[in-house]
């Protein structure tokens, strides 16, 4: 212990570098941090009619709030829909046109990269790709959903402007409006186009049957299914297959009333929308960012002196000569006097 | 000639926790050296030890040291040393280290200062540095034929003493004019060391460092004892260890240099020698 006290107070200044250094970037990426804001809106979720409501049914499975917890979830996962988001609201327009110029230690970064051309000017024209990369980089951590009871959710979002931020917010529920609608449609057109396909093979087994029918009254006339099990069997063939094909030709019919009538699901709305962001206070991640920073800095002052007690191979005390060497240390001297100037009555000797 | 043997006993006033409380502490038995201040600093006093009877008058009053610049606790140290390596006994003293910068001058000063000042002896201190000789810089010692000089058969012995107080002379270092000359003529050498042996009671030589070339080491042996000057954090042990190699006789070892920079709160809390 008293070894590394004594390394540690002779390369104080160097072994107190790094955690000043970790302290001083530490704070200043701490106070570089933007401020950020926080806003919320709370939706309506419940099952899709002509399904019995959830109001109705106290213990489902699972609620509708869980259900669309998930799904919103879903979608925030997915760049599209954030990118959606962004354009129907104001979002995207604020990226393509507000460039804040970047503070700390990034901006010591985009300097540093800025010198070996490897990031582009702010004044270059931003494109769309560039846009839609930032809003996925910035929405795709801004939203939290959370589930308040069976029916009700709240979606919170938290940027670093609070300008485009509860736009932003009702614009997620228009889009995801839009996106249940626009899924529906295509499950509905999938479903005309199975239908429609069955309906033509069973049409076609229909008249089959019946030429077959005729067919055989042709070759045989005066038969009848009663006497003749040929003949019955060939008439069965043809009922069933015209039951078949009316039946799904029913089915076609309610797949394309379906497809015709999807509009907004009425199992959704909103209940509260998104008003002014308000700021979050950011000192719990000052602190946290100043003490990792000293934590990060001590850890690397601590491992710098072992290493430098570790390398230390020089005799410092008589131990180690005695001990490692068995000489005889018979007078320690201190400190190690420096050349000194000639004193006063020296000189007057010397010079006499 | 081998060193005399140390003793080690508890009661011993050489021993090593005397050492320690001598050097650390500065409070304890024998005599203690007094501060004078003037414009360059320090000059040590030494007070005549009781049991030590004083043959004339002026050794009995305090002492003070007016041909160096010598800090007291090196005086206090070397003091300590003398005793440890053999006090009366010893007869020659070769001050050497592993490498430039371990206070070897300013040991071989002080030794000699103590041997003087407290033991009562006619000492002679020589310069055997040839090339960076520190002596001259060091003490009031005037110009003057040196070693190099005596040993091109340029100067006598009595030419090349410097008294510089009633029991120090001082032989310098003298102009050198031949990095081989020295061994070449390592037996007129020896001749002025056994020459100037005769004419003292003790003899402190400031040889150069080890890592200057075998030659060092064989003017070492022809010393009584060999002190080895160690500054704390500055040589390695093997470094130190191949040093006592090339020697035939086992150093003795002058530490130099362990105050570490505690500041006086880290002192307290540690207790011990800083």
């Given at each position: 212990m008293s070894r590394y006290l004594e390394t540690f107070l002779r390369h104080k200044i160097a072994l107190m570098l790094p955690i000043i250094i970790a302290l001083t970037m530490s704070t200043w990426y701490a106070t570089s941090v933007p401020h950020k804001?926080?806003?919320?809106?709370?939706?309506?979720?419940?099952?899709?009619?002509?399904?019995?409501?959830?109001?109705?049914?106290?213990?489902?499975?699972?609620?509708?709030?869980?259900?669309?917890?998930?799904?919103?979830?879903?979608?925030?996962?997915?760049?599209?829909?954030?990118?959606?988001?962004?354009?129907?609201?104001?979002?995207?327009?604020?990226?393509?046109?507000?460039?804040?110029?970047?503070?700390?230690?990034?901006?010591?970064?985009?300097?540093?990269?800025?010198?070996?051309?490897?990031?582009?000017?702010?004044?270059?024209?931003?494109?769309?790709?560039?846009?839609?990369?930032?809003?996925?980089?910035?929405?795709?951590?801004?939203?939290?959903?959370?589930?308040?009871?069976?029916?009700?959710?709240?979606?919170?979002?938290?940027a670093p402007d609070p300008s485009y931020m509860p736009a932003t917010l009702n614009a997620v529920a228009a889009e995801y409006i839009d996106e249940v609608t626009s899924s529906?449609?295509?499950?509905?057109?999938?479903?005309?186009?199975?239908?429609?396909?069955?309906?033509?093979?069973?049409?076609?087994?229909?008249?089959?049957?019946?030429?077959?029918?005729?067919?055989?009254?042709?070759?045989?006339?005066?038969?009848?299914?009663?006497?003749?099990?040929?003949?019955?069997?060939?008439?069965?063939?043809?009922?069933?297959?015209?039951?078949?094909?009316?039946?799904?030709?029913?089915t076609l019919q309610e797949a394309n009333l379906t497809l015709q009538n999807v509009q907004a699901p009425a199992a959704f709305h909103v209940v509260d929308p998104a008003l002014a962001a308000i700021e979050l206070s950011n000192k719990k991640h000052m602190l946290f960012t100043v003490i990792a920073g000293l934590l990060a800095g001590f850890v690397i002052t601590v491992l710098a002196l072992s290493a430098l007690v570790a390398l230390d191979k020089t005799a410092r005390r008589e131990e180690d000569i005695e001990g490692l060497l068995g000489m005889e240390v018979v007078a320690i001297i201190r400190e190690l006097p420096s050349q000194r100037r000639l004193p006063a009555a020296v000189r007057r000797v010397k010079s006499s | 000639m081998s060193p005399a043997e140390p003793t080690s006993q508890p009661d011993d006033p050489t021993s090593l926790a005397t050492i320690k409380q001598l050097t650390v502490i500065s409070r304890g038995p024998g005599p203690q050296p007094n501060a004078n201040t003037d414009d360059a600093g320090e000059v040590a006093t030494w007070p005549a030890p009781a049991d030590r009877a004083p043959d004339n008058t002026h050794r009995s009053k305090a002492r003070q040291i007016e041909w160096a610049s010598i800090r007291p606790e090196v005086l206090q140290s070397c003091s300590v040393a003398l005793r440890r390596m053999g006090d009366s006994s010893i007869g020659s003293i070769a001050v050497t280290s592993t490498s430039r910068g371990e206070g070897r001058t300013t040991v071989a000063l002080g030794l000699a200062a103590t041997a003087s000042l407290e033991l009562r002896r006619k000492t002679i201190l020589l310069d055997l540095d040839l090339e960076h000789g520190a002596i001259e810089k060091m003490t009031a010692v005037g110009p003057g034929p040196g070693v190099v000089e005596f040993l091109y058969e340029e100067a006598s012995i009595e030419d090349c003493l410097q008294p510089v107080d009633s029991d120090v002379d001082i032989v310098r270092a003298g102009l050198l004019r031949d990095r081989g000359g020295v061994a070449t003529r390592i037996e007129r050498l020896a001749d002025l060391i056994q020459q100037l042996g005769d004419r003292c009671d003790v003899m402190v030589a400031d040889l150069p460092p080890m890592s200057s070339g075998v030659t060092a080491a064989r003017i070492a042996d022809l010393f009584e004892s060999v002190t080895l000057v160690v500054r704390a954090g500055g040589v390695t042990v093997p470094d130190i260890e191949q040093t006592a190699s090339v020697l035939s006789q086992r150093p003795f070892v002058i530490l130099n240099g362990t105050a570490a920079p505690r500041s006086s709160w880290v002192h307290r809390i540690l207790g011990g020698r800083p």
């Open positions: 804001y926080e806003t919320d809106m709370t939706v309506w979720f419940d099952t899709a009619a002509p399904s019995q409501s959830s109001l109705e049914d106290p213990s489902p499975y699972t609620t509708p709030a869980a259900q669309g917890q998930i799904v919103l979830q879903e979608f925030f996962g997915t760049e599209q829909f954030l990118i959606n988001v962004a354009h129907r609201g104001p979002l995207a327009d604020f990226l393509a046109n507000y460039h804040p110029a970047k503070k700390g230690p990034s901006s010591l970064i985009s300097t540093v990269k800025s010198l070996f051309g490897k990031s582009s000017s702010s004044s270059a024209p931003v494109n769309s790709q560039i846009v839609d990369s930032e809003i996925t980089s910035l929405l795709g951590k801004a939203f939290t959903v959370s589930v308040l009871g069976p029916q009700i959710v709240r979606i919170t979002m938290i529906l449609k295509t499950r509905d057109a999938a479903s005309v186009a199975y239908y429609e396909t069955q309906v033509n093979a069973a049409k076609l087994s229909l008249s089959a049957a019946n030429s077959a029918v005729v067919a055989y009254q042709q070759a045989h006339p005066g038969a009848l299914p009663t006497t003749d099990p040929d003949y019955n069997q060939l008439t069965q063939v043809a009922f069933q297959a015209q039951t078949n094909f009316t039946s799904l030709q029913n | -």
